[in-house]
């Protein structure tokens, strides 16, 4: 520590600067993320066969970790906001090493359970990092997001093909895959400076009981609604548990002097739309990564559909779809130059209807659902890479990791509902006696993401670019920093 002029301490200038060196740590830090969330998926299929966790087992835990993300992100996004955006990624990265770490040395199902939900704090990562790059580097904000995007998407891919050939003899191999870029995140985290965003309010936790429960009571009836029987009093139950809380939420966050989400900032119509936008996105393009997986497994010769494919071809492909997010999230800055913020946005919603109308045309022949996919995975990195940047840059400077975690959470609640959904389609298109998903389940599933995605395509078109950063009345902008919970 050092001393200024008034005989004050401050900490240390940070290792990395402000440069390409900060940008270079966040990228690790964002590897990090990719690798794990794309290494479990395809290692589902083998991992449930060692494990004994059947088709619908093996989707719920990767709704489980959509649930994890949709529960952490405004917590994260909130914390930061009060204590320090490099204090709560310091945090969020240990917790993400930690569940890494548990379920490679003790692989089971209940472990693997615990694990996704530890890696859940990775959905902090992009909020709290953003938060620093638009404090300390403005300027680089567009570039450093798409940049940032960019990796995210090929280490997701990365991730599944490292794990799926250490996984070729023993699938549990393959769990190691997250572990040491984990620990290499953790290194990096410690060495970004922070944001110098002032910092003030509390943490609401009535708000914080209110929402959790919420949205795991909707994503819980949505995705055990089938096999509860949807008119049963066990799903009615739940189901208006959900709306009771989030209604409760909604109502206590408009009436509280620091929110935890601010209900207010939806009033912003361009992050409204924005948000909305990537829930509809999301819900296909990322709620049906667990399936697709499954879908590629699955053995033609006893199901009549899917392509026989084991862990490390599951990982190509996935990895072939990064590569086309890659070069979506990258082309977005000069397209968005171009033809303008709406034209992009509407652009991402094109591209993911079309992905999956053409898995539900062309599913029957490799080639063609190979083709499809790659549309989803381009149209992938537009609009993350887009809608992370919008979500910035409509907000005052001291709203960004608080605006960024509102469409995160978008993000993580759409892929979430879109697991269920998926989740719930495919378990009603299962023959009664536990035998194979029908070809219809993953029909109707593609049907339903494409038409989630021109929800998105209808809600883009009501953008409207220009005009400075909205921030909404609230009655509460010069609170003092309490830095204390309530």
Same mark, same amino acid.
């Given at each position: 520590?050092?001393?200024?002029?008034?005989?004050?301490?401050?900490?240390?200038?940070?290792?990395?600067?402000?440069?390409?060196?900060?940008?270079?740590?966040?990228?690790?830090?964002?590897?990090?993320?990719?690798?794990?969330?794309?290494?479990?998926?395809?290692?589902?299929?083998?991992?449930?066969?060692?494990?004994?966790?059947?088709?619908?087992?093996?989707?719920?835990?990767?709704?489980?970790?959509?649930?994890?993300?949709?529960?952490?992100?405004?917590?994260?996004?909130?914390?930061?906001?009060?204590?320090?955006?490099?204090?709560?990624?310091?945090?969020?990265?240990?917790?993400?090493?930690?569940?890494?770490?548990?379920?490679?040395?003790?692989?089971?199902?209940?472990?693997?359970?615990?694990?996704?939900?530890?890696?859940?704090?990775?959905?902090?990562?992009?909020?709290?990092?953003?938060?620093?790059?638009?404090?300390?580097?403005?300027?680089?904000?567009?570039?450093?997001?798409?940049?940032?995007?960019?990796?995210? &998407?090929?280490?997701?891919?990365?991730?599944?093909?490292?794990?799926?050939?250490?996984?070729?003899?023993?699938?549990?191999?393959?769990?190691?895959?997250?572990?040491?870029?984990?620990?290499?995140?953790?290194?990096?985290?410690?060495?970004?400076?922070?944001?110098?965003?002032?910092?003030?309010?509390?943490?609401?936790?009535?708000?914080?009981?209110?929402?959790?429960?919420?949205?795991?009571?909707?994503?819980?009836?949505?995705?055990?609604?089938?096999?509860?029987?949807?008119?049963?009093?066990?799903?009615?139950?739940?189901?208006?548990?959900?709306?009771?809380?989030?209604?409760?939420?909604?109502?206590?966050?408009?009436?509280?002097?620091?929110?935890?989400?601010?209900?207010?900032?939806?009033?912003?119509?361009?992050?409204?739309?924005?948000?909305?936008?990537?829930?509809?996105?999301?819900?296909?393009?990322?709620?049906?990564?667990?399936?697709?997986?499954?879908?590629?497994?699955?053995?033609?010769?006893?199901?009549?559909?899917?392509?026989?494919?084991?862990?490390?071809?599951?990982?190509?492909?996935?990895?072939?779809?990064?590569?086309?997010?890659?070069?979506?999230?990258?082309?977005?800055?000069?397209?968005?130059?171009?033809?303008?913020?709406?034209? @992009?946005?509407?652009?991402?919603?094109?591209? @993911?209807?079309?992905?999956?109308?053409?898995?539900?045309?062309?599913?029957?022949?490799?080639?063609?659902?190979?083709?499809?996919?790659?549309?989803?995975?381009?149209?992938?990195?537009?609009?993350?890479?887009?809608?992370?940047?919008?979500?910035?840059?409509?907000?005052?400077?001291?709203?960004?990791? &608080?605006?960024?975690?509102?469409?995160? &959470?978008?993000?993580?609640?759409?892929?979430?509902?879109?697991?269920?959904?998926?989740?719930?389609?495919?378990?009603?298109?299962?023959?009664?006696?536990?035998?194979?998903?029908?070809?219809?389940?993953?029909?109707?599933?593609?049907?339903?993401?494409?038409?989630?995605?021109?929800?998105?395509?209808?809600?883009?078109?009501?953008?409207?670019?220009?005009?400075?950063?909205?921030?909404?009345?609230?009655?509460?902008?010069?609170?003092?920093?309490?830095?204390?919970?309530?």
């Amino acid at each position: 520590m050092s001393t200024d002029g008034a005989g004050e301490t401050r900490p240390p200038a940070p290792l990395v600067g402000t440069g390409p060196g900060m940008l270079g740590a966040m990228a690790v830090v964002v590897l990090c993320s990719g690798i794990v969330q794309g290494y479990l998926t395809p290692l589902l299929p083998a991992l449930g066969l060692r494990l004994d966790i059947d088709a619908v087992g093996q989707n719920n835990i990767y709704l489980l970790s959509q649930v994890a993300f949709t529960v952490m992100t405004p917590l994260l996004s909130r914390l930061g906001d009060l204590y320090g955006h490099r204090r709560l990624l310091r945090l969020a990265v240990a917790t993400v090493a930690a569940g890494s770490l548990l379920m490679a040395v003790w692989p089971s199902a209940p472990t693997l359970a615990l694990g996704v939900v530890l890696q859940g704090a990775l959905v902090g990562f992009f909020p709290l990092l953003v938060g620093i790059l638009r404090s300390r580097a403005p300027e680089r904000n567009r570039f450093g997001v798409s940049l940032l995007v960019g990796v995210l &998407l090929i280490a997701i891919g990365v991730g599944g093909l490292v794990a799926g050939l250490l996984s070729e003899r023993h699938p549990e191999a393959g769990l190691w895959a997250a572990v040491p870029v984990a620990l290499l995140a953790v290194l990096a985290a410690a060495l970004l400076p922070d944001s110098d965003a002032p910092r003030g309010g509390r943490f609401h936790l009535g708000a914080a009981a209110l929402l959790t429960g919420g949205l795991v009571a909707l994503v819980l009836v949505l995705a055990q609604g089938g096999g509860w029987g949807w008119a049963s009093p066990a799903t009615a139950g739940v189901a208006v548990a959900a709306v009771v809380l989030l209604w409760a939420w909604v109502a206590v966050e408009r009436r509280a002097a620091h929110p935890l989400v601010s209900v207010r900032m939806l009033s912003n119509p361009r992050l409204a739309v924005v948000s909305a936008h990537t829930f509809c996105a999301a819900f296909g393009t990322i709620g049906f990564l667990g399936a697709n997986a499954l879908f590629l497994a699955a053995d033609p010769d006893e199901t009549g559909y899917g392509m026989g494919l084991g862990p490390r071809a599951i990982a190509t492909v996935s990895l072939a779809m990064v590569v086309t997010g890659f070069a979506g999230s990258v082309l977005t800055p000069r397209l968005t130059r171009r033809a303008g913020d709406r034209a @992009v946005l509407t652009s991402g919603g094109v591209l @993911v209807a079309l992905g999956f109308l053409g898995m539900v045309a062309l599913h029957g022949s490799f080639a063609g659902y190979v083709a499809a996919a790659l549309v989803v995975g381009l149209a992938t990195g537009v609009f993350e890479s887009v809608t992370r940047t919008l979500s910035a840059e409509v907000v005052p400077e001291h709203e960004t990791a &608080l605006a960024v975690g509102l469409n995160e &959470l978008a993000l993580s609640l759409g892929a979430a509902i879109g697991a269920a959904v998926i989740g719930a389609l495919l378990a009603a298109n299962r023959a009664p006696d536990g035998g194979p998903i029908a070809a219809s389940g993953f029909v109707w599933s593609w049907t339903a993401c494409a038409a989630a995605a021109v929800l998105g395509t209808a809600l883009a078109l009501r953008y409207r670019t220009g005009g400075a950063p909205h921030t909404p009345a609230t009655g509460h902008e010069h609170d003092a920093p309490e830095g204390e919970f309530a």
